[in-house]
T-cell receptor
Framework: DTGVSQNPRHKITKRGQNVTFRCDPI?????LYWYRQTLGQGPEFLTY????????KSRLLSDRFSAERPKGSFSTLEIQRTEQGDSAMYLC????????????FGPGTRLLVL | GEDVEQSLFLSVREGDSSVINCTYT??????LYWYKQEPGAGLQLLTY?????DMKQDQRLTVLLNKKDKHLSLRIADTQTGDSAIYFC????????????FGRGTQLTVWP
């Protein structure tokens, strides 16, 4: 296992379409995080899971966004009825779930909404 | 303030030392991190420091923490052109269980 993986790496869609991204964390990592990064900014927290339980959601996560981690392993992030403002890099990270909490990031999925 | 703050740009000559500065927000922050991001890529963890430490050294990297001023710095010795990237400072705030708060990043450019 070489790290966190994300698919697809790039996605171009038309406004109004639904998109789904996948994140595979490092094996044995209990915590999984989603962040969004827009141009010129640092990543902003969206949500996080402890195993399969979604424990926290940011106010950035509107009702068009939903995230799941059904078996406590991989996670999906779905955006419904995409808007141009959703164009961003979506980053996934995982951490062991110990007190130290170091998060390891995947390569990201870059979304462009036309 | 509410935001983690970093200067946006830094240029150095190859072989010189680089110092990237950060001001974080929460005096109860437990861990502070430095990540590196190359164009179009995800974030690579460089190093971190626990709040009960003042300094941490890891090969060419030295992290200094001033808790009184909530100031964090990253020094890169013998900077190389391959160090050109965006460097992000991030904190885990005492009350928010693991989510990271990032600065806007410092674009480091290394000239040959």
């Amino acid at each position: 296992d070489t790290g966190v993986s994300q698919n697809p790496r790039h996605k171009i869609t038309k406004r109004g379409q639904n998109v789904t991204f996948r994140c595979d964390p490092i094996s044995e990592h209990n915590r999984l995080y989603w962040y969004r990064q827009t141009l010129g900014q640092g990543p902003e927290f969206l949500t996080y899971f402890q195993n399969e339980a979604q424990l926290e959601k940011s106010r950035l996560l509107s009702d068009r966004f939903s995230a799941e981690r059904p078996k406590g392993s991989f996670s999906t992030l779905e955006i419904q009825r995409t808007e141009q403002g959703d164009s961003a890099m979506y980053l996934c990270a995982s951490s062991p779930g110990t007190t130290q909490e170091t998060q390891y990031f995947g390569p990201g999925t870059r979304l462009l909404v036309l | 303030g509410e935001d983690v703050e970093q200067s946006l740009f830094l240029s150095v000559r190859e072989g010189d030392s680089s110092v990237i500065n950060c001001t974080y927000t929460d005096s109860s922050s437990t861990y502070l991190y430095w990540y590196k991001q190359e164009p179009g890529a995800g974030l690579q963890l460089l190093t971190y420091i626990f709040s009960n430490m003042d300094m941490k050294q890891d090969q060419r990297l030295t992290v200094l923490l001033n808790k009184k001023d909530k100031h964090l710095s990253l020094r890169i010795a013998d900077t190389q052109t391959g160090d050109s990237a965006i460097y992000f400072c991030a904190e885990i705030r005492g009350s928010t269980l693991g989510r990271l708060y990032f600065g806007r990043g410092t674009q480091l450019t290394v000239w040959p």
